[in-house]
């Protein structure tokens, strides 16, 4: 059982240049989360999907697209990078999506991706 | 609308002695809230979460957190500070059962030997 995985660890960008962060869970969670953290500012949701086939915009969701074409997987793309896009990426999972014990986000260990 | 406001960006205490993360929240209906902890180059593990039980809520490692309704506030504590806690803490609240999470910006707890 590995939780929340990320695929990649670590990037460079050049700005104008695309890429896809992969998240994938094994946990059979209905809702997944992208979020970005950078210093001071917390985590702040980009996008996020409540079932396969659905996304949804979150705080943050200008310059991101998402896709969740499989349950287990959620991918988050960049089409265009800018360099304001550094920073670290952390995908999560849950069950659902409220106070009950199964609604705990379980997070992955995050994309740290600099755009220079 | 909700949101949260950890008032300390950085905390710093001795090994040994008492921890105190103050937090506040902001919500049109009854919250939930939690408490993250993220240490050097990790993911987000929750430390404890309320969820309208009680209102004096343990979590893992030895912490806890009071809700306060009066006050607003959500401030996790715990009795004897281990080098071990040095990490990144996060308030996080939550209004309904379909809202997302919103983050507070982190309070960094370093812990002095």
């Known amino acids: 059982n590995a939780g929340v995985t990320q695929t990649p660890k670590f990037r460079v960008l050049k700005t104008g240049q695309s890429m896809t962060l992969l998240c994938a869970q094994d946990?059979?969670?209905?809702?997944m989360y992208w979020y970005r953290q950078d210093p001071g500012m917390g985590l702040r949701l980009i996008h996020y999907?409540?079932?396969?086939?659905?996304?949804a915009k979150g705080e943050v969701p200008d310059g991101y697209n998402v896709s969740r074409l499989k349950k287990q997987n959620f991918l988050l793309g960049l089409e265009s990078a800018a360099p304001s896009q550094t920073s670290v990426y952390f995908c999560?999972?849950?069950?659902?999506?409220?106070?009950?014990?199964?609604?705990?986000?379980?997070f992955g260990p995050g994309t740290r991706l600099t755009v220079t | 609308a909700q949101s949260v406001t950890q008032l300390d960006s950085h905390v710093s205490v001795s090994e040994g002695t008492p921890v105190l993360l103050r937090c506040n929240y902001s919500?049109?209906?009854?919250?939930?809230l939690f408490w993250y902890v993220q240490h050097p180059n990790k993911g987000l593990q929750l430390l404890l979460k309320?969820?309208?039980?009680?209102?004096l809520v343990k979590g893992i490692n030895g912490f806890e957190a009071e809700f306060k309704k009066s006050e607003t506030s959500f401030h996790l504590t715990k009795p004897s500070a281990h080098m071990s806690d040095a990490a990144e803490y996060f308030c996080?609240?939550?209004?309904?059962?379909?809202?997302?999470?919103?983050f507070g910006k982190g309070t960094r707890l370093s812990v002095i030997a």
């Open positions: 946990m059979n969670h209905e809702y």
């Open positions: 996080v609240v939550s209004s309904s059962g379909n809202t997302p999470l919103v």
């Open positions: 999560a999972s849950s069950y659902s999506q409220g106070d009950r014990e199964e609604d705990e986000q379980y």
């Open positions: 919500s049109s209906y009854s919250p939930s």
């Open positions: 309320y969820t309208s039980a009680a209102t």
């Open positions: 999907s409540v079932g396969e086939g659905t996304t």
